[in-house]
C-alpha cells in the first residue's frame, strides 16, 4: 500500500482531527483503512491485561493504535516509517503512556519484554525469522496477535486485490507452531469480510452456516466484475464445512502456554 501519510495528515489537520467528516467528504478506500474506527472491531472484544505491556509492529497510520492504549498501560509503536509515525503521534498526542520507535522489528531490543507483541497487516518476509523475532520479545506467558489475509479467501479468488502477505490456514499454523505443532497454541478467528473492516468475528465455536452469508459481498474494495457469484459460493463452502479454507483473512493468538 501506498505512503499516503502527507495527505492524511493534511485532511486531518484541515478537519481538525474530525474523521467522521474527513470519511464522509473524501471517500477513498486508503482513507477509509487509515481512519476508520471500525478498525477496532477486530480486536475491541478482547481481555487485554489492563497492567500490560504491548509492542504494535506497524504503525498503520494509528488505526489501532488508540484501541490498545485504552486497554494496556504501555504501548510501544515500532515502524521504520518516520512518517507514519509521526502521524499517529499527532492523532493520539493527549495519550501518554504511548511511545514511537523508528526502526525494523529484527533489530528491534526489549530487555523488559511484552505482554503483547500485535502484528496487523505487517507480516514481512522471511515470515519464519519475523515470527521468531517476535515471540523471542514476548515475556513467557506473553501473546503473539496476528492477523494475515488467507490466499484461498474467496473475495480474493473472485478478484480482489490481496495483501503481499496471505497465507493459507496450514502455512500460517505451521509458521506459528512448527511443522509438528508442539512450539505452542494457537487459537484461529475468521474476520468477515476481512480482517481491516471487520463486520463479524467467527471461531471455531462458531462458523457461519448456509445462508449466512450469502449477501456478505462489500463493495469497497471489491473489482467492478466479480469472477463468480460470490455469494453461492459461501453457501457452498459453509454448506461443506469449508469456512475456515476458504475465509478472507484470520486473526489468530499464539501464546507458549495453553489459555484456559
Known amino acids: 500500500m501506498n505512503d499516503i501519510s502527507p495527505e492524511i495528515k493534511k485532511l486531518y489537520q484541515k478537519y481538525k482531527g474530525n474523521i467522521k467528516d474527513i470519511l464522509k467528504e473524501n471517500p477513498n478506500q486508503e482513507y477509509l483503512y487509515a481512519l476508520s474506527d471500525q478498525r477496532e472491531n477486530l480486536l475491541e472484544w478482547y ?7 504491548l509492542l504494535q509492529v506497524g504503525s498503520d497510520y494509528g488505526a489501532m493504535t488508540g484501541l490498545y492504549s485504552r486497554r494496556v498501560k504501555e504501548v ?10 509521526t502521524f499517529n503521534r499527532s492523532r493520539y498526542q493527549k495519550q501518554e503512556n504511548i511511545r514511537y520507535v523508528t526502526g525494523t522489528l529484527s ?7 511484552f505482554d503483547y507483541v500485535v502484528m496487523i497487516g505487517s507480516l514481512e518476509e522471511p515470515y519464519k525469522e519475523q515470527i521468531a523475532k517476535a515471540k523471542s520479545l514476548l515475556k513467557p506467558e506473553g501473546k503473539l496477535i496476528l492477523a494475515v489475509c488467507n490466499r484461498l479467501g ?11 502477505c496471505r497465507l493459507g490456514k496450514t502455512e500460517l499454523l505451521e509458521l506459528l507452531c512448527g511443522t509438528k505443532q508442539n512450539d ?3 487459537r ?20 457461519p452456516g448456509k445462508g449466512e452469508l450469502t449477501h456478505a459481498v462489500l463493495a469497497y474494495d471489491f473489482p467492478r466484475y466479480l469472477r463468480f457469484d460470490l455469494g453461492k459460493w459461501y453457501d457452498e463452502v459453509c454448506e461443506g464445512k469449508e469456512f475456515e479454507t476458504f475465509a478472507n483473512s484470520y486473526l489468530t493468538i499464539w501464546s507458549r502456554y495453553e489459555e484456559n
Open 76 to 85: 510501544t509503536v515500532l515502524d521504520e516509517n518516520q512518517n507514519n509515525l
Open 47 to 53: 481481555e487485554w491485561n489492563p497492567d500490560g505491556r
Open 184 to 186: 505452542g497454541t494457537v
Open 154 to 164: 474467496l473475495k480474493y479468488q473472485a478478484g480482489a486485490i490481496p495483501d503481499p
Open 188 to 207: 484461529f478467528y475468521y474476520p468477515m469480510p476481512d480482517y481491516r473492516l471487520p463486520v463479524n468475528l467467527y471461531s471455531p465455536d462458531y462458523l
Open 107 to 113: 533489530s528491534f531490543e526489549d530487555a523488559e519484554g
